[in-house]
T-cell receptor, first 116, second 112 residues
């Protein structure tokens, strides 16, 4: 149990275009999902917390107009990187939390984004 | 002071030995503690969670929590080369919507 999927697993896009990444909890309902970014040899950086049916909460320094998050259902959250630039190239990982304590998070396999 | 601190390593142990990974946290209100394993180029995988003082064992893994000293550790017995990965310690304070605070990770290398 506790399987989280992400799509696509990797994507290459041109500078200035937008990319949408999907995160799905496959066998549980996720009241909360999280989006992280990880650069090579660095730890996870939380970008935002997404709650179903409400606006995402962004971490300090993360541009909410650039990284659009939608949590439309209890099993799906999407991250859209708008007007992507090469510096947005990174490993984007989502995680999902079942709606009960004790706060375990299960990670998706990640999406590797390359902006050319 | 970082909220969650780990030695970055690398920690190198021979195959079959016990690997000991340590983590300290700064906020006493922290309630839930997790260890994740991350292989290079992959996403983190939850391997242990612990919520109360003492030891919790799962196969070759033992998590230890000491809230008075604000540390949590992970022991890996009979280490295998396949255990070579970065181990992330994560803490939840119970008051931030389930958000986890991650340490920077300890790189473990198990030599055959």
């Amino acid at each position: 149990g506790a399987v989280v999927s992400q799509h696509p697993s990797w994507v290459i896009c041109k500078s200035g275009t937008s990319v949408k990444i999907e995160c799905r909890s496959l066998d549980f309902q996720a009241t909360t999902m999280f989006w992280y970014r990880q650069f090579p040899k660095q730890s996870l950086m939380l970008m935002a917390t997404s709650n179903e049916g409400s606006k995402a909460t962004y971490e300090q320094g993360v541009e909410k107009d650039k990284f659009l998050i939608n949590h439309a259902s209890l099993t799906l959250s999407t991250l859209t990187v708008t007007s992507a630039h090469p510096e947005d190239s990174s490993f984007y990982i989502c995680s999902a939390r079942p709606g009960t304590v004790p706060y375990e998070q299960y990670f998706g396999p990640g999406t590797r984004l390359t902006v050319t | 002071q970082k909220e969650v601190e780990q030695n970055s390593g690398p920690l190198s142990v021979p195959e079959g030995a016990i690997a000991s990974l340590n983590c300290t946290y700064s906020d006493r209100v922290s309630q839930s503690f997790f260890w994740y394993r991350q292989y290079s180029g992959k996403s983190p995988e939850l391997i242990m969670s612990i919520y109360s003082n003492g030891d919790k064992e799962d196969g070759r893994f033992t998590a230890q929590l000491n809230k008075a000293s604000q540390y949590v550790s992970l022991l890996i017995r009979d280490s295998q080369p396949s255990d070579s990965a970065t181990y992330l310690c994560a803490v939840n304070k119970g008051n931030q919507g389930g958000k986890l605070i991650f340490g920077q990770g300890t790189e473990l290398s198990v030599k055959p």
